[in-house]
């Protein structure tokens, strides 16, 4: 009974002392983030224009329509945009009603067409003569210019340098101000940088204004981008 005993007290003290060991491997962990930012000057334009026509006949408001956006087309490949850089966003043939007080109804009031026309512009200095020659040639909206860069992953490796080099700082600051010392890192993530656009001009911007003889096409200037990245560092410490 006694060996019984002094077996079982020896396989607790041997759990036991390996339990205390194990809390003791235990490492003590700082973690830190460090951004980056860079500035990026924008590579593409995006714009996109559309033409509205209304007829008693579709046929007719479809035809109309047609010829104009075919000018649109026209305007804009003459400026070298490339045919693949041009697409139809949408396209739609509706009936038109308004309401008659008189006899409490609504009246058909003909057919409206809409199609709008999306622009990618890989040359920016392009920009304002696209939007001057699109108007010219009969667009009656200007739904929207965007700015952004088209591949922003490409900065990943100048702002990943620059997040580390900010997160070992300040993990190096933080362990020198509380007395210990920075060992190597446990776990290492990060935040990459996504899609980056810059509106300047808003939907349903009416373009007669500037249309035969009015005022000129509104200067638009691309800008810069604030590009950022996030890194998580854990790292050990003694």
């Given at each position: 009974m006694m060996k019984k005993l002094l077996a079982v007290g020896l396989g607790l003290g041997f759990c036991l002392t390996s339990l205390y060991a194990a809390e003791e491997k235990t490492p003590r962990t700082i973690s830190v983030t460090g951004t980056s930012e860079i500035s990026v000057a924008p590579d593409i334009c995006y714009m996109s224009f559309s033409v509205e026509?209304?007829?008693?006949?579709?046929?007719?408001?479809?035809?109309?329509?047609?010829?104009?956006?075919?000018?649109?087309?026209?305007?804009?490949?003459?400026?070298?945009?490339?045919?693949?850089?041009?697409?139809?966003?949408?396209?739609?043939?509706?009936?038109?009603?308004?309401?008659?007080?008189?006899?409490g109804k609504n009246v058909f009031d003909g057919y409206k067409v809409y199609n709008s026309l999306n622009v990618k512009v890989r040359d920016l200095s392009k920009v304002g003569k696209i939007l001057d020659a699109a108007v010219n040639a009969g667009a009656t909206t200007v739904g929207g210019v965007s700015f952004t860069v088209e591949n922003p992953k490409k900065y990943n490796v100048e702002l990943r340098e620059q997040a580390?080099?900010?997160?070992?700082?300040?993990?190096?600051?933080?362990?020198?101000?509380?007395?210990?010392?920075?060992?190597?890192?446990?776990s290492v993530s990060e935040n990459e940088p996504g899609d980056y656009y810059q509106y300047y001009a808003q939907a349903n911007v009416m373009t007669s204004m500037y249309r035969d003889g009015g005022e000129s096409a509104p200067s638009i200037e691309a800008g810069e981008f604030k590009v950022t990245h996030t890194v998580y560092i854990t790292y050990e410490v003694e």
């Open positions: 026509t209304s007829d008693k006949s579709a046929i007719k408001a479809y035809n109309e329509n047609n010829d104009i956006m075919n000018k649109v087309n026209s305007a804009i490949k003459a400026l070298g945009i490339e045919a693949k850089d041009l697409n139809t966003s949408y396209f739609s043939i509706a009936p038109q009603y308004y309401w008659e007080e008189k006899t580390i080099k900010a997160a070992f700082t300040k993990a190096t600051q933080m362990a020198n101000l509380t007395g210990l010392k920075l060992g190597k890192p446990m």
